[in-house]
C-alpha cells in the first residue's frame, strides 16, 4: 500500500544505452513530478505534469522525456545515457491547489552509468 | 530570485534538542516544509507551516517562522538516533509546483 511507488529501485547501465523509471501514486493526486538529486544531494526540479499535462519543463537535455499515460503514472526515459546522468532520480505527487502543492515522494531510483 | 540555504552539518548528543534552520529569499510561498532522507531512502515530509502562522508544534517538532527574517527553524526535543539524518527545508515560490530546496543539513546524534 505504498504511496508512491518507483520501479526499478536501482539501475546500473552502460554509456550510451536507452532506459525508463517507472513512477505510480494511488493517493488520487493530479499532479506528478520528477526531480534529480545529485552526488551532492542537492535537489532540482525536472518535470511535472498536471492531468497529464506538462506544466513544467526545466532546462533538461532533450535525452530526457516524462510521459504521463495517466494521472497515476508517470515515466521517465533517458536516451543515449550518460556519466553525468548518474544520481539519484525521486517521483513525487501532490494535488494540484491555489495555495500550494504539498508534494509526497518515492522512494527513488538510483542510476549510475558506467 | 528564488534561493534556501541551510548550514550543512549538525551534531548534537542523544537527548539534546537538535535546532536546524533555514533561509529563503522568496516571500511568496504560501507553505514551507521540512523533508527528512535517511541514507539511502526516499525523502519523507516531516511537517510544514502556512506561512501566516509563527509557529506549528507537532510531538517533538517544533516549526518557527520569522516571514520579516525570512528565516526558518525546525526544532526536535529529545533528539534520539533515529534521527539521523539529512534534513532539507524547502518552499514552493508563486504556488507554482516547483519545490526549491536547500542543500540539506546533516543531523548527526551521538549517544
Known amino acids: 500500500d505504498t504511496a508512491v511507488s518507483q520501479t526499478p529501485k536501482y539501475l546500473v547501465t552502460q554509456m550510451g544505452n536507452d532506459k525508463s523509471i517507472k513512477c505510480e501514486q494511488n493517493l488520487g493526486h493530479d499532479t506528478m513530478y520528477w526531480y534529480k538529486q545529485d552526488s551532492k544531494k542537492f535537489l532540482k526540479i525536472m518535470f511535472s505534469?498536471?492531468?497529464?499535462?506538462?506544466?513544467i519543463n526545466e532546462t533538461v537535455p532533450n535525452r530526457f522525456s516524462p510521459k504521463s499515460p495517466d494521472k497515476a503514472h508517470l515515466n521517465l526515459h533517458i536516451n543515449s545515457l550518460e556519466l553525468g546522468d548518474s544520481a539519484v532520480y525521486f517521483c513525487?505527487?501532490?494535488?494540484?491547489?491555489?495555495?500550494?502543492?504539498?508534494?509526497?515522494f518515492g522512494p527513488g531510483t538510483r542510476l549510475l552509468v558506467l | 530570485g528564488e534561493d534556501v540555504e541551510q548550514s550543512l552539518f549538525l551534531s548534537v548528543r542523544e537527548g539534546d534538542s537538535s535546532v536546524i534552520n533555514c533561509t529563503y529569499t522568496d516571500s511568496s510561498s504560501t507553505y514551507l516544509y521540512w523533508y527528512k532522507q535517511e541514507p539511502g531512502a526516499g525523502l519523507q515530509l516531516l511537517t510544514y507551516?502556512?506561512?501566516?502562522?509563527d509557529m506549528k508544534q507537532d510531538q517533538r517538532l517544533t516549526v518557527l517562522l520569522n516571514k520579516k527574517d525570512k528565516h526558518l527553524s525546525l526544532r526536535i526535543a529529545d533528539t534520539q538516533t533515529g534521527d539521523s539524518a539529512i534534513y532539507f527545508c524547502?518552499?514552493?515560490?508563486?504556488?507554482?509546483?516547483?519545490?526549491?530546496f536547500g542543500q540539506g543539513t546533516e543531523l548527526s546524534v551521538k549517544p
Open positions: 524547502a518552499e514552493i515560490p508563486n504556488q507554482g509546483g516547483k519545490l526549491i
Open positions: 507551516i502556512f506561512s501566516n502562522m
Open positions: 513525487a505527487s501532490s494535488q494540484w491547489t491555489a495555495g500550494g502543492q504539498t508534494q509526497y
Open positions: 505534469y498536471n492531468n497529464k499535462e506538462l506544466i
